[in-house]
């Protein structure tokens, strides 16, 4: 028997996870969840707070922190991702964002706009693909290879109209106070 699919993935999920209650029809459990993704071992937790903007039409809809752990991951499942994007033309698990550099094993000098761990993107095997903006347009990311997401670059999942952003580092607020004004 086909399973039917909602026009929102949440109630589905819902509906999966209530389960039959009425009688109606026997309970089946739900199918054996996807293997999560893990991170690669040259992944690094953070040492500083990192975070993307997630930006619909030129305006800022909220900061996501992603400095708790080695990676996340951004997909329509929410099974399988740790941000889950509502669109069909996102995969359940379409990309993550790992912290630490593949060519040192995780930390690296990096190119000054990283305080500690450099940011990557890796595509997991999407269908629609992940792309990349660094100020020259929009590239398509081959996927499972790491790919570097430097201050100011914007990321797209799929045909999703939200992007997300990875902010300039704004200067340390000073401690001293502003110098007196001239006589």
Not at 83 to 109: K, L, N, T, Y
Not at 117 to 135: E, M, Q, R, V, Y
Request: hydrophobic share 30%.
């Amino acid at each position: 028997r086909g399973r039917r699919r909602s026009a929102s993935h949440q109630s589905c999920s819902s509906a999966v996870a209530r389960g039959n209650t009425d009688g109606s029809e026997p309970h089946h459990p739900p199918p054996a969840a996807a293997a999560r993704w893990e991170p690669p071992e040259w992944a690094v937790a953070p040492q500083a707070p990192v975070s993307l903007d997630l930006v619909r039409g030129g305006t800022k809809m909220q900061s996501l922190q992603l400095s708790r752990k080695r990676a996340y991951v951004f997909g329509r499942s929410r099974e399988r991702a740790d941000f889950a994007v509502p669109d069909e033309s996102v995969s359940r698990a379409h990309a993550a964002i790992v912290h630490g550099s593949p060519a040192d094993g995780g930390r690296d000098g990096g190119d000054g706009d990283d305080s500690e761990a450099p940011l990557h993107l890796i595509d997991l095997g999407s269908t629609k693909g992940s792309f990349l903006d660094t100020g020259a347009g929009w590239e398509r990311l081959s996927p499972h290879k790491p790919t570097r997401v430097p201050c100011g670059a914007k990321i797209k999942l799929g045909d999703c109209d939200t992007v997300l952003v990875r902010p300039s580092p704004s200067s340390p607020p000073s401690s001293l106070p502003p110098p007196p004004p001239p006589p």
